[in-house]
């Protein structure tokens, strides 16, 4: 900016105070600007005009495609029922799961009996309804069916527990809730706290005992539900689609408005911009209530009728790059994945990084530190406690660690690891633990966390009382040298 201003300060002295010619005066800017770096210039406009042309490219075919849906008030459902006229018999939807395939119009099917099942229930246009489960077909056509009756879907975070699940479902002002059955427990724990006119819906393995006494089982209710479309609603392309929640770093989670312009914008990017092909499978290994889980993946299927497989180990087990790597390789298909934050090099280029201060990232997830803090303290009768991430080999973000205050030494920890279960969701549970007499704080007493993210979990450097959360008992255990060897090694579950 400031080298700009001075050649245009030095272009106008020379041409009206001195009265060079301009042939004169453009030389002599020209040797001035490469005389101060511009060569640097030169070689990034050399390196970048083609990848920046062709992005502009696709910024203003994205850009008339959006003011034609614009004119003629199409909707997601609208783009969707296109497709299905169109390839009914091609495949939309693999669940990595289950190896479950479903085709553009066993989904259309689908959406259509949740949208009439709805609207014999009461929901109309505008209303909301809120979807808690895990990754699986179901998901997709039931938001899609909900939109094709004009009903907004709150995508809830299936981490969320107890008061953060609580608000999700008490803001979003939800007629109806579709869970999973592997959600069940969740939802029973805040049961006797959400509107008694909530409609409850069980989607999944049925067990009567497991949900609450109110609750209906959707699966058989949506087979004898019509499959026929249902009638269009007073619905635009700027109009709501869906909420997607934060992930609560700075308090509790809030929701976010997806329109049905934001959502093509969004797919339309990724599809031209990655130069994806009808026949292309886009991989997707996040969890779908997530904003780049689901509104990114659509691509294919609204746009250019790609297939989607969605990989379901991410819920259960963390993003294990090495699995997604190896099956997205071995099955011939193109992965598109996210990372956190992200960093520009001198060409344009983005990268991932991971956060700093007090939010990290793991499992997918931001973690607010002052949150965690909080909630262990008030755990742990009000003792001192900093939170913070830890690197571990082989694993992306940082896991979790506590430093405790604790005088004796002593902690009822396998109270402890089963009250934190009901408390936090599991990506801001804390790994690691360490027992100490006292934190040292600040002038302005705020925790000296750079000395012990440093020391981290080894405990060859840490002399305190080390301990880790085991996947496997469900508690946490100490944490002696072999475990470290075995952690350091990936060979134990975090």
Known sequence: MLLGASLVGVLLFSKLVLKLPWTQVGFSLLFLYLGSGGWRFIRVFIKTIRRDIFGGLVLLKVKAKVRQCLQERRTVPILFASTVRRHPDKTAL???????????????????????????RGLASGDVAAIFM??????????????????????????????ALLHCLTTSRARALVF????????????????????????????????????????????DAPKHLPSCPDKGFTDKLFYIYTSGTTGLPKA??????????????????FRMRPNDIVYDCLPLYHSAGEPGQLVGRIIQKDPLRRFDGYLNQGANNKKIAKDVFKKGDQAYLTGDVLVMDELGYLYFRD????????????????EVEGTLSRLL???????????????????????????????????????????????????????????????TYKFQKTELRKEGFDPAIVKDPLFYLDAQKGRYVPLDQEAYSRIQAGEEKL
């Open 355 to 370: 956060r700093t201060g007090d939010t990290f990232r793991w499992k997918g997830e931001n973690v607010s530190t002052t």
């Open 134 to 163: 895990e990754n699986r077909n179901e998901f997709v056509g039931l938001w899609l069916g909900m939109a094709k009756l004009g009903v907004e879907a709150a995508l809830i975070n299936t981490n969320l527990r107890r008061d």
């Open 381 to 443: 009768d009000m003792a001192d406690v900093a939170v913070y991430g830890v690197e571990v080999p082989g694993t992306e973000g940082r896991a979790g660690m506590a430093a405790v205050a604790s005088p004796t030494g002593n902690c009822d920890l396998e109270r402890f690891a089963q009250v934190l279960e009901k408390e936090l969701p599991l990506y801001a549970r804390p790994i690691f633990l360490r027992l100490l007499p006292e934190l040292h704080k600040t002038g």
């Open 256 to 273: 976010a408005i997806v329109v049905h312009s934001r959502y093509y914008r969004m797919a339309a990017l990724v599809y031209y911009g």
């Open 94 to 120: 693999i669940f990595e799961g289950t190896d479950t395939h479903w085709t553009f119009r066993q989904l259309d099917e689908y959406s259509s009996s949740v949208a009439n099942f709805l609207q014999a």
């Open 180 to 223: 999973g059955s592997e959600m069940a427990s969740a939802i029973c724990e805040v049961h006797a706290s959400l509107d008694p006119s909530l409609s409850l819906f069980c989607s999944g393995s049925w067990e009567p005992g497991a949900v609450p006494p109110s609750t209906e089982h959707l699966d058989p209710l949506l087979k």
